[in-house]
């Protein structure tokens, strides 16, 4: 291949690029449409709000279960702490 070639073949592609840059968008709404690679919003969200149900059910078991044994403990560690007499 000849030096020239491939210089040329490189501004044949940049310019063919910069073209489409510039080009009218098409309608492509029947494209979109038939288009079942992605999600849509919608399903996004929805898995989201999901988690953070499950997300807070989860913190909720975790505290009902750890009530009265942890934080009964801190509590107490807490107040001893502060209840200094000075003596």
């Known amino acids: 291949m000849n030096v020239g070639n491939v210089i040329a073949e490189k501004l044949n592609a940049a310019a063919t690029k910069i073209r489409n840059l510039f080009r009218k968008p098409c309608d492509c709404s029947e494209e979109l449409i038939a288009d079942e690679r992605g999600e849509s919003y919608v399903g996004e969200a929805i898995k989201i709000l999901i988690a953070v149900v499950i997300g807070a059910l989860l913190l909720t078991l975790l505290y009902t279960l750890m009530k009265d044994t942890v934080f ?16």
């Open 72 to 87: 009964a403990t801190v509590t107490a560690k807490i107040t001893e702490l502060f209840s200094y007499s000075g003596t």
